[in-house]
T-cell receptor, first 113, second 115 residues
Framework: DQQVKQNSPSLSVQEGRISILNCDYTNSMFDYFLWYKKYPAEGPTFLISISSIKDKNEDGRFTVFLNKSAKHLSLHIVPSQPGDSAVYFC????????????FGQGTRLTINP | ETGVTQTPRHLVMGMTNKKSLKCEQHLGHNAMYWYKQSAKKPLELMFVYSLEERVENNSVPSRFSPECPNSSHLFLHLHTLQPEDSALYLCASSQDRSGSSEKLFFGSGTQLSVL
């Protein structure tokens, strides 16, 4: 059973507009959530995280929102830039270190000029 | 550059071959990981080493054999693989502290094709 799901395999957004990537989880014990970004031929790189004591975390153009009651988190990118085109992975864990990170399938984001 | 280096970047092998993937981290981390990424599937955790001891083995077939000689190096030995083992194999490291959440740092991966 997949505990972290990204139901949109791909998303296409116009440059300058907002990109919203979604992620759902099933395990209510998860209390730490991360987004990773992956370019072709490279490994995933950490983008932004949020713990369950917060409902929002912002870092420049990137904001992650957490809705614990809905077991849903989203990543907002605004304004979207062509360099944001990549695969975005959502991941979740219980706060016990990185050993138990569970990843979603990824969403391929394409930013159109 | 993430501080985690994997070699080779690409590997093609037959089902009877024996090969090894290598990972080296220059971040001073105490935990290292092997993940498998197949097309359209989540990253699958294969093995975790913490302080050079294996702490996780996610029901991985014995044709995959990890080795962690020290905290900076991690190997994945491959033998008699199947075509369905073709995937991107990612190494990662983290500084694991009890009671805290630490993020993973990934290498660029080895794209493996089994013929």
């Amino acid at each position: 059973d997949q505990q972290v799901k990204q139901n949109s395999p791909s998303l296409s957004v116009q440059e300058g507009r907002i990109s919203i990537l979604n992620c759902d989880y099933t395990n209510s014990m998860f209390d730490y959530f991360l987004w990773y970004k992956k370019y072709p031929a490279e490994g995933p790189t950490f983008l932004i995280s949020i713990s369950s004591i917060k409902d929002k975390n912002e870092d420049g153009r990137f904001t992650v929102f957490l809705n614990k009651s809905a077991k849903h988190l989203s990543l907002h990118i605004v304004p979207s830039q062509p360099g944001d085109s990549a695969v975005y992975f959502c991941a979740a864990s219980k706060i016990q270190g990185a050993q138990k990170l569970v990843f979603g399938q990824g969403t391929r984001l394409t930013i159109n000029p | 550059e993430t501080g985690v280096t994997q070699t080779p970047r690409h590997l093609v092998m037959g089902m009877t071959n024996k090969k090894s993937l290598k990972c080296e981290q220059h971040l001073g981390h105490n935990a290292m990981y092997w993940y498998k990424q197949s097309a359209k599937k989540p990253l699958e955790l294969m093995f975790v080493y913490s302080l050079e001891e294996r702490v996780e083995n996610n029901s991985v077939p014995s044709r995959f054999s990890p080795e962690c000689p020290n905290s900076s190096h991690l190997f994945l030995h491959l033998h008699t693989l199947q075509p369905e083992d073709s995937a991107l194999y990612l190494c990662a490291s983290s500084q694991d502290r009890s009671g805290s959440s630490e993020k993973l740092f990934f290498g660029s991966g080895t794209q493996l094709s089994v013929l």
